[in-house]
């Protein structure tokens, strides 16, 4: 049986894996994620979710490459064409949801395999809509400390999921790793989910 590792530490992404059922471990992968110069927000997280997954099967041992596959993963929310990182501060996090209130944006998720046979990326990219904020309300959800860690400042699946109107396309990729997706890049590799086995 073939052994799954995700590189990433974001328990977001891990409570979605097990929501599909797989038995995997974890493995945090170190790498640069500046923006390289005229680099596109599609290629960035493609670049991203490939290099988190290579530079963890790159360091597993020999033996164990044969039979394991790395998954690696990368979200970015993009607005007017610009990235829009996790906040260095509050008055980051404020200009950040300014940027998005009251507008539609993007958000960008790339999901990487890599094993000793084949190198499989995809990119999901989900339309999101978002109210008008006000700068009070920005304000007091900076202080619940939600938006800290968070790509565009906010989290779709906790207390900023109040200022999204509309979304089109994968919600779970949004938070953080799109399920269908997963399941189907990690099925051909000989990794189908619990219910698939089923059948």
């Known amino acids: 049986m073939k052994k799954l590792v995700l590189a990433s530490q974001s328990p977001r992404r891990q409570a979605l894996l097990n929501q599909l059922g797989y038995q995997f471990s974890i493995l945090v992968a170190d790498i640069d994620e500046s923006v390289h110069l005229n680099e ?5 997280v493609l670049r991203l979710a490939r290099q988190k997954a290579q530079v963890i099967f790159e360091q597993l ?4 490459q044969v039979d394991t596959i790395v998954l690696g993963a990368d979200t970015c929310v993009v607005s007017d064409g610009k990235i829009l990182g996790k906040p260095a ?29 084949l190198v499989d990326k995809k990119l999901v990219t989900t339309q ?5 904020l006000s700068t009070a309300e920005i304000e007091r959800y900076w202080q619940t400390g939600e938006p800290c860690d968070k790509a565009g400042s906010y989290a779709i699946q906790g207390i900023g999921g109040q200022f ?6 994968s919600y779970s990729a949004v938070v953080g790793l799109p ?7 990690l099925a051909k590799l000989g990794l189908p989910t619990t219910i698939a086995n089923l059948g």
């Open 40 to 44: 596109s927000p599609d290629n960035y």
């Open 128 to 132: 999101v809509s978002f109210k008008s």
């Open 179 to 185: 399920l269908y997706e997963t399941s189907q890049m």
């Open 89 to 117: 501060d509050q008055q980051q996090c404020i200009t950040t949801l300014r940027q998005l209130s009251g507008k539609n944006h993007q958000v960008l998720t790339s999901i990487a395999t890599v094993s000793k046979t």
């Open 164 to 169: 999204v109107t509309s979304i089109h396309g």
């Open 61 to 64: 041992p020999v033996e164990e």
